[in-house]
């Protein structure tokens, strides 16, 4: 294979997928190049594909640092693809969390202004992550993917993880000598240990959802189970292969506090936001939107665990819920019974759901892939008010785009649920365009 050319480039800005962006001389054009790791301001050297649309560039070294440049928390930080903002100060990524958004909303409503609500922990806040797991010639690898593939990277210390789950994430090989193939585990935080006041916060274990393809080891649910019965784990779950059943070890079931403060019960292996803290704070910023006008009929849509139905249940007068994961939907119903609320709860497909025609208020917290679907036939619809959660500016943008046949900003507001990352989530509350 041909060397490719190591070109000086100078980063003009940061674009939404975290790269820095430069502009240069490619192969007789102006082109721009795409640079990982790098920050506006920054004079790197880069080794430029120019075979790829925008060319990407590969930094060898940076020669001037960039005034928003510091130096990252993790050592690991330029190949490990967990986070890929360590290299940006704090106050540049709120800043760059903002623009992003605002760029991507429907270019009449880019003058509005955007609250932020930046993080109050950028290390050890993670309570929520799924690590990649390699065994082969006797060999056991743990860690997350490296940048652009999907090969794990071994590290000594992951410094964005709560250290119960650094903790769990370090006994992972030990966990898993032996076996053959490859999988995943998703590490949260499970009940806490019996007390009177039944803090969530105090004596929480980590639990872990393992999905594997290849054979474990016999002795991986020997170790499991010792690891219940020391208190290391909480308990497992572990799917293998095709095989539809899972095996559980111990109580696998995560938790999270919630945020009226009560531990809120999770679905298995299911979504949950990577940082308690931050959740709390925009679940109770939709509660507020929601309580405007507490007389309303509201439906939530992608509802999951009941993260936000537990505040929107006591935000609006008569709540519905949609999610089409089972072990959700009993999750939801636990947990609404716990706090002596009431929802309808319905197991089903959330783009497909119809509401009726006395449905005020509908939110929505879809996946990253967005709702394209619900906003074509909410554009069309009587319903009158819109707040929706989402983790991908891009795809809100397109599905805003949509909207704003029928609907007009009332506030929109970026949470920064994912520190050291480009990621971040944004709420954004709508209301019926009066003609």
Known sequence: MPRRPVLRLRIDSVAPGGDGVAHAEVGGQRRAVFVPGTVTGDVVDSEVDASRRPARGLLTEVLERGPGRVDPACAWSDRCGGCDWMHVAPDLQLELHVEHVRDAMPEAWQTMPIGARPSGERLGYRTRARVHVRCERGRVDVGMHETRTHEPVTVDRCVVLDPVLERARRTLAALFEGSRGRGDVALALGAAKPSPSRDVG??????????????????????????????????????????????????????????????????????????ESTNVTLAAHVAELAAARPAERAIELHAGSGNLSVVLARAVGDLTTVESGRDACEAARANLLARGLKARIVEGDADAYAWNAATKLVVLDPPRTGARALAERLSTSPVARVIYVSCDPQTLGRDLGILARAYRPTSITVFEMFPQTSHVETVVALERARK
């Open 202 to 275: 105090a004596e929480r274990a980590p639990v872990l959802d393992v999905r594997w393809l290849g054979e474990l080891a016999r002795e991986v649910f020997a170790r499991l189970e010792a690891a219940v019965s020391g208190g290391t784990i909480a308990g497992a779950r572990l799917s293998e292969g095709e095989v539809r059943r899972p095996a559980v070890v111990g109580d696998p079931t995560p938790w999270m506090t919630g945020a009226d403060g009560l531990p809120l019960r999770l679905a298995p292996g299911g979504f949950a936001q990577a940082s």
